[in-house]
């Protein structure tokens, strides 16, 4: 009797503890938006294990031969599930990959997981614009904000007696904080202040904002056989892709790797490319015309996108046709000038010369006529004696 009860004791238990396993709570993981993130499952597993999302989709799966990432987004590693360890990673997570997820065994559930994801508020900026990163709670105590990733990396703070710019570029206002305003006023933004910044009262979190630069825009027109220089603008890891426009699409997609001073660049761009620290890209052709962005390796943010346009003529149609214009009219001006002043020269010339000779007759005139008068006059005043 004493053996039943005991017997029927050990089946009481493990009927619990199945109930137990297959009932119990998920595990609850939060990462913050664009973050990576680790869903448990360890349980040494000779056969197929497979992440389910809630909806049943598989997401990642492995068995003794090797691992895969069925959907995008969710990886598993061969090296790690040969020792047990069926941990499924996501290495950024979004707001679309918030679910509960489930670790199977051969279709025995291991573990189930609960991934929560923090949607980050974003605000942008332009290059050297003005940006408000708000955040509100009436705090008696020290306002801080601070660059999440680094907590010691303080921009600014406000107490119960002044405000303070810790750096430059930043401010909070002391008026406002005593009103339970601590917004973050960014002033000239610039691309070192891009990332996640975080608002705390008295070292509670109270809200997290993501800052971020519009991409610049810039239209370049370069003649064929010039070079294309590109500004990278930030000394963070930076992608160069090409979107083709020319003719035979040449080399469309990421053309090149730029992580401080190393670049990595495809075949049809390695002895093309010079780095100083601005990217040039040598012998342009019309191929090459395109759209030209430079890529933020990490956050996939957008820096700068060139439009490019490759021509084979010196000169745009129009600007030769204003310029054999202004050459024309030039060379009519200043031959009818030439000739202008040749012509004048020849009448100046003569009017001279005529007057040089007209003033000597004019003279010589008046001296013969002043004789003869003198002759009349004499013969006037000399009388004959029969006269007399």
Same mark, same amino acid.
């Given at each position: !009797?004493? %053996?039943?009860?005991? +017997?029927?004791?050990?089946?009481?238990?493990?009927?619990?503890?199945?109930?137990?396993?297959?009932?119990?709570?998920?595990?609850?993981?939060?990462?913050?938006?664009? &973050? %990576?993130?680790? $869903?448990?499952?360890?349980?040494?597993?000779?056969?197929?294990?497979?992440?389910?999302?809630?909806?049943?989709?598989?997401?990642?799966?492995?068995?003794?031969?090797?691992?895969?990432?069925?959907?995008?987004?969710? =990886? !598993?590693?061969?090296?790690?599930?040969?020792?047990?360890?069926?941990?499924?990673?996501?290495?950024?997570?979004?707001?679309?990959?918030?679910?509960?997820?489930?670790?199977?065994?051969?279709?025995?559930?291991?573990?189930?997981? *609960?991934?929560?994801?923090?949607?980050?508020?974003?605000?942008?900026?332009? $290059?050297?614009?003005?940006?408000?990163?708000?955040? %509100?709670?009436?705090?008696?105590?020290?306002?801080?904000?601070?660059?999440? #990733?680094?907590?010691?990396?303080?921009?600014?703070?406000?107490?119960?007696? %002044?405000?303070?710019?810790?750096? +430059?570029?930043?401010?909070?206002?002391?008026?406002?904080?005593?009103?339970?305003?601590?917004?973050?006023?960014?002033?000239?933004? &610039?691309?070192? !202040?891009?990332?996640?910044?975080?608002?705390?009262?008295?070292?509670?979190?109270?809200?997290?904002?993501?800052?971020?630069?519009?991409?610049?825009?810039?239209?370049?027109?370069?003649?064929?056989?010039?070079?294309?220089?590109? @500004?990278?603008?930030?000394? @963070?890891?930076?992608?160069?892709?090409?979107?083709?426009?020319?003719?035979?699409?040449?080399?469309?997609?990421? /053309?090149?790797?730029?992580?401080? #001073?190393?670049?990595?660049?495809?075949? @049809?761009?390695?002895?093309?490319? $010079?780095?100083?620290?601005?990217? =040039?890209?040598?012998? !342009?052709?019309?191929?090459?015309?395109?759209?030209?962005?430079?890529? &933020?390796?990490?956050?996939? =943010?957008?820096?700068?996108?060139?439009?490019?346009?490759?021509?084979?003529?010196?000169?745009?149609?129009?600007?030769?046709? /204003?310029?054999?214009?202004?050459?024309?009219?030039?060379? /009519?001006?200043?031959?009818?000038?030439?000739?202008?002043?040749?012509?004048?020269?020849?009448?100046?010339?003569?009017?001279?010369?005529?007057?040089?000779?007209?003033?000597?007759?004019?003279?010589?005139?008046?001296?013969?006529?002043?004789?003869? @008068?003198?002759? &009349?006059?004499?013969?006037?005043?000399?009388?004959?004696?029969? *006269?007399?």
């Amino acid at each position: !009797m004493q %053996s039943w009860s005991s +017997a029927f004791c050990v089946l009481i238990l493990l009927i619990t503890t199945l109930t137990t396993v297959s009932g119990a709570a998920p595990t609850e993981i939060k990462v913050k938006l664009n &973050d %990576s993130a680790t $869903l448990p499952c360890n349980d040494r597993c000779s056969g197929l294990v497979t992440w389910f999302q809630k909806s049943g989709i598989v997401v990642a799966q492995c068995n003794q031969t090797s691992c895969l990432s069925v959907k995008d987004g969710f =990886e !598993m590693f061969y090296d790690q599930y040969l020792k047990g360890n069926n941990s499924l990673i996501i290495p950024e997570a979004d707001t679309s990959k918030i679910s509960e997820y489930t670790c199977q065994c051969d279709l025995k559930t291991i573990s189930a997981v *609960q991934l929560h994801v923090d949607a980050v508020p974003s605000v942008k900026a332009d $290059l050297h614009g003005n940006a408000t990163l708000y955040c %509100s709670v009436d705090c008696s105590g020290l306002a801080t904000w601070f660059r999440t #990733r680094y907590p010691s990396d303080v921009v600014a703070q406000c107490d119960q007696t %002044s405000c303070q710019s810790v750096k +430059a570029g930043y401010q909070m206002i002391y008026a406002q904080y005593l009103k339970g305003n601590l917004s973050l006023y960014i002033t000239d933004a &610039d691309f070192s !202040m891009r990332g996640l910044y975080t608002c705390e009262c008295d070292g509670t979190v109270i809200r997290d904002v993501e800052f971020s630069i519009n991409a610049l825009n810039s239209t370049l027109q370069i003649k064929s056989g010039e070079s294309l220089v590109l @500004d990278l603008e930030i000394p @963070d890891p930076v992608e160069v892709l090409h979107d083709s426009t020319g003719a035979d699409g040449f080399s469309s997609g990421q /053309i090149c790797t730029v992580n401080g #001073r190393s670049v990595q660049c495809s075949d @049809d761009y390695k002895q093309r490319v $010079l780095f100083s620290p601005a990217l =040039e890209v040598k012998g !342009m052709n019309l191929s090459h015309s395109g759209v030209y962005t430079i890529r &933020d390796a990490r956050t996939k =943010e957008d820096i700068h996108v060139y439009t490019v346009t490759v021509r084979d003529d010196p000169d745009p149609p129009g600007e030769q046709k /204003i310029v054999s214009s202004v050459l024309k009219l030039a060379g /009519i001006v200043v031959g009818t000038a030439v000739i202008t002043i040749v012509i004048w020269s020849v009448i100046v010339g003569i009017c001279m010369k005529k007057t040089r000779l007209c003033g000597g007759c004019f003279k010589i005139d008046n001296v013969a006529g002043n004789e003869e @008068d003198n002759q &009349d006059a004499e013969k006037e005043n000399i009388l004959t004696p029969y *006269q007399q």
